[in-house]
């Protein structure tokens, strides 16, 4: 459905600083990864989905992902519910993070560019400088990404 | 995609008990509605997807909600991860519940047929006289959902 030309189509003016990520038109129809939860003072819920690309590669298990996989974190500040208060929900929208895999575009960051949007803005540059060294530091194993598929 | 139709298609052999629900076809490509969490000592990581009727629903605020509408919430042990112990993530899947919407089928249960189903088998009877009771105690304000659409 969505791959590397759906992130030519961007959805606001902005483009993240150093890797040249935009938002992808269309992620919040495109198919689950996982949810995850962010501890305090983050506090968040998270919710991952990928392009067609990338939940192909999930369900097969294709690790490196091929070019053309795009993922995105949505997050929200986790808040009780307000009709059952042992649960929690999200709440307000706090960034959506995107990563795009180009083996060719961005062969010093794993083949990976990132982009962090704050209301639909990208972050700054410093920002921006933290993304591949934590992903490199902790999920080298696994193509440089965080979130594993949920069955 | 996939409406009441995708209903009669049983993924396992079993219809929840009262209501007669089965586990929808390929509910696991549907788009989200929501992540959830709930507290210990169900302590689980939790998704709504819906299906095309339900998603059209929430983002055109259709309460009550249309026949048709198929919800479904997955849920996982909440685990930390291990490659970034300040998130948590999706651990074993628990349950996986469905609500099902259809005037004439369930009239007296505010339109909806429920069903909680373990490892694709649906549970006991007790269990699922329990489903509208906490939805019409707690949830009667949203046409008995409690899920809101994250934007």
């Given at each position: 459905?969505?791959?590397?030309?759906?992130?030519?189509?961007?959805?606001?003016?902005?483009?993240?600083p150093?890797?040249?990520?935009t938002?992808?038109?269309?992620?919040?129809d495109?198919?689950?990864?996982?949810?995850?939860?962010e501890?305090?003072?983050?506090?968040?819920?998270r919710?991952?989905?990928?392009?067609?690309?990338?939940?192909?590669?999930?369900?097969?298990?294709t690790?490196?992902?091929?070019?053309?996989?795009?993922?995105?974190?949505?997050?929200?500040?986790?808040?009780?519910?307000?009709?059952?208060?042992?649960?929690?929900?999200?709440?307000?929208?706090?960034?959506?993070?995107?990563?795009?895999?180009?083996?060719?575009r961005?062969?010093?960051?794993g083949?990976?560019?990132?982009g962090r949007?704050?209301?639909?803005?990208?972050?700054?540059?410093?920002?921006?400088?933290?993304?591949?060294?934590?992903?490199?530091?902790?999920?080298?194993?696994?193509?440089?990404?965080?979130?594993?598929?949920?069955?």
């Amino acid at each position: 459905m969505a791959g590397l030309a759906a992130v030519a189509v961007r959805a606001d003016d902005g483009a993240s600083p150093i890797f040249g990520v935009t938002l992808p038109a269309g992620y919040r129809d495109w198919r689950l990864v996982a949810p995850a939860l962010e501890a305090p003072p983050l506090d968040e819920i998270r919710a991952v989905v990928g392009n067609d690309t990338a939940i192909d590669a999930y369900r097969g298990g294709t690790v490196p992902f091929p070019d053309g996989t795009v993922l995105v974190k949505l997050a929200w500040k986790r808040v009780p519910s307000p009709a059952f208060p042992p649960a929690a929900i999200p709440g307000a929208p706090t960034t959506v993070q995107v990563m795009v895999k180009d083996s060719a575009r961005w062969p010093e960051t794993g083949g990976w560019g990132f982009g962090r949007f704050v209301g639909g803005r990208p972050v700054d540059e410093a920002q921006h400088e933290t993304c591949f060294a934590c992903h490199e530091a902790r999920a080298k194993d696994h193509d440089f990404v965080f979130t594993r598929y949920a069955p």
